[in-house]
Every structure is written in structure tokens, then in C-alpha cells.
């Protein structure tokens, strides 16, 4: 069954639509602003933040700000491809960010789902709607979960698959500034803590117009080695050289999550040699920060948009993603003919 990619819509600290974002991508303009959070040193911690969120919104309510900014940014599914039937609506899945962290909240759930939906004016199949806390690679089990969906008989035409995140909590800046992952200062090693939301509305009927991109495949999987920066080579090892060679074409691009650590670039230096055989990489967190479990869904709506433009990329994309805690997943999106 062909799965198609009916629409997209990001919100990142580079951009405000999933389009600006790819194209201040080819122009980098990421520039960290000062936190209200002070680290170790009485220095303020820097993130990477989106614009139009205040200072004060930390946490859940902040991820339910960002979520609904992206869902009210897509368009309705009579535009994008179909009219809906009668009472049909589309069930929301959300990759977030991992258990236990310092902003951990019982609102991580029912209370996201249903707030950022009702803040978007957006109705959603909410039986059907979940939230699954794993990481950046969360968005690739999402994506498991709602291709499952559509091939159901009778089950849903449309599926809104997202994933967000925020850095942008004392909690966890300083949980990441004692494991010494935040770059700064006083640490040249680390990552630039971000924040973004984005997402995908899958559909079985392909769009009214434009270029059709499709769903191709996905992988998941988990690091037996556990969580933190556990080598990242063995499992997305045997992810990427499967979807490599998936189907009746080799992928001719990959975009991953990873974020700059030392340790992190040294095993995708690995899997890059072994499973890609020498396949450009863009490593879209270096220009935007790390955005967390949003990562997968704001690359995803990012390649949407640069092959909108067709701005040279090749038509079949590997998406690979890493959680901190061993969770490894990847996907392939694919733009057909117009």
C-alpha cells in the first residue's frame, strides 16, 4: 500500500514554517540566546529558542505551545487531498521527550495531546491518539504505529504523526551541564540545546497537486548497551544497511540527528562508512541545534520542503535518529514525479 505524504509544518529556532526553516538552513543563521537559567559558573545558560514563546513557558506548556503552532499551520485535509467524510477525523501521534528528565510531568499524555489539539482548533481521533516517549527516536516508532493504522481495514485515511521538544528548562540545562553535554564557554565538547516541533499528516490518497512525496519504509530498534551515549554504531548499523538497499532503488541521501558531541560524530563516522557507502550526510542538528524528540519530525517536514523547491537534493532520503536512551530509528521518504 502506497503511503503518501499529503502535508507538512515545522516550527524550528531558524524558522517559523518548515519552508523558512529549510531555507535558512542553506544560509546558516542559528544564533543561541541568552536563558533566564544560570549554570554552574553564575553564567546564563545560551539555548537555541523559537520565536513567539516567552520566557517564563517552560516545560510541558511550552511543548503544547509548540505543538499547536504546528498544527494550526497545516492545511485542512479537503486542500490537501481529499474531502473528509462525515464525523472522519484523523488520530494525532506525538513523539516526546524521554522519562525521567528533570521536566518530567504527568501532563506528558492525555494533557499534551489534548491541549495542543484544542489550542490548534484542530479535532482529532483521540482513541486512537497517543504519545510515546522515547527520544528523537520516538518519531520512528510513530511512524510504525500509524503505517499500521492505514493498512488497517476500515481504519483511518489520514494520520497526523509529530514529534516535539524544548531544552529550554533549568531542570534539565543543568542535568545536561553536569554530564558536561552542553557546548559553551567553559566546554568545548556538547551540544547546543534547542527546541522545535514538527509534523506529518500521512494519508492513502495522494495529494491534489505539487510533487507527491511517499512513505517508504522504517526501521526501530535499541542499543542492548543502554542509554546516555552508548556507541551508536551496532544497531543503526543493521537500521541503515537495510533500508539502504530497500526496495527497487539505492537511497541517495541521508540527514541525521547527530549533534555535534565528540563521541556521537566518531560512531556516525562508523555507520556512515559501513552501511552508506559514501552517501552525502546532512547533519541538520549542527544547523539548528539539537531539537530532541522534535528532530524527527522537523527533518522530515524540512526535506518536504526542499524538494518542493527543488533545490538539488536526491529524490530518496534516509532519516536516521538517536535517543539517549539506546532507542535508534530511521526512515525513508521518497519525491516522485510531478
Known amino acids: 500500500m502506497r503511503i503518501y505524504v499529503t502535508d507538512w509544518a515545522a516550527r524550528t529556532p531558524i524558522g517559523l514554517t518548515a519552508r523558512a526553516s529549510a531555507l535558512a538552513y542553506r544560509s546558516p543563521r542559528l544564533c543561541p540566546r541568552s536563558t533566564p537559567f544560570r549554570d554552574r559558573h553564575g553564567e546564563f545558560h545560551a539555548a537555541a529558542t523559537c520565536a513567539g514563546l516567552p520566557p517564563t513557558l517552560t516545560g510541558c506548556e511550552r511543548m503544547k505551545a509548540l505543538l499547536a503552532m504546528v498544527l494550526r499551520d497545516l492545511r ?6 481529499r474531502e473528509l467524510a462525515s464525523g472522519e477525523l484523523a488520530p494525532l501521534l506525538i513523539a516526546g521527550p524521554l522519562a525521567g528528565r528533570a521536566d518530567d510531568d504527568a501532563k506528558f499524555g492525555e494533557e499534551l495531546l489534548h491541549g495542543a489539539a484544542t489550542k490548534a482548533s484542530l479535532p482529532i481521533l483521540g482513541a486512537r491518539s497517543q504519545v510515546v516517549r522515547d527520544g528523537h527516536a520516538g518519531f520512528a516508532r510513530v511512524l510504525q504505529l500509524a503505517t499500521s493504522m492505514l493498512a488497517e481495514p476500515g ?9 516535539v521538544d524544548s531544552y529550554f528548562h533549568q531542570g534539565v540545562l543543568a542535568a545536561l551541564e553536569a554530564e558536561r553535554r552542553v557546548h559553551g564557554l567553559h566546554e568545548e565538547d556538547g551540544f547546543i540545546p534547542a527546541e522545535g516541533a514538527g509534523v506529518l499528516r500521512l494519508s492513502r490518497v495522494p495529494p491534489k497537486s ?11 530498534g535499541r542499543n542492548p548497551a543502554g542509554p546516555a551515549i552508548a556507541p551508536l554504531a551496532p544497531v543503526m548499523n543493521q537500521i541503515m544497511q537495510e533500508l539502504f538497499f530497500f526496495g527497487a532503488r539505492v537511497a541517495g541521501w541521508a540527514v541525521c540527528d547527530v549533534n555535534g558531541e565528540v563521541e556521537r ?32 519530525g522537523i527533518f522530515a517536514a524540512m526535506v518536504c520542503s526542499l524538494w518542493e523547491f527543488d533545490a538539488g537534493h536526491d529524490a530518496r532520503a534516509i532519516i536516521a535518529l538517536h535517543s539517549d536512551n539506546g532507542a535508534r530509528g530511521a526512515f525513508i521518504l521518497q519525491s ?3
Open 336 to 338: 516522485e514525479a510531478a
Open 210 to 220: 505539487g510533487r507527491p512525496v511517499s512513505f517508504v519504509s522504517c526501521r526501530f
Open 265 to 296: 560524530v566518531m560512531d556516525w563516522e562508523q555507520v556512515a562508512n559501513r552501511a552508506l557507502h559514501g552517501m552525502p550526510t546532512a547533519r541538520l542538528s549542527e544547523g539548528l541545534g539539537d531539537c530532541g524528540a522534535g528532530s524527527g
Open 76 to 81: 485542512p485535509p479537503c486542500a490537501a487531498s
Open 155 to 163: 481504519g483511518p485515511a489520514d494520520v497526523l504523526v509529530a514529534g
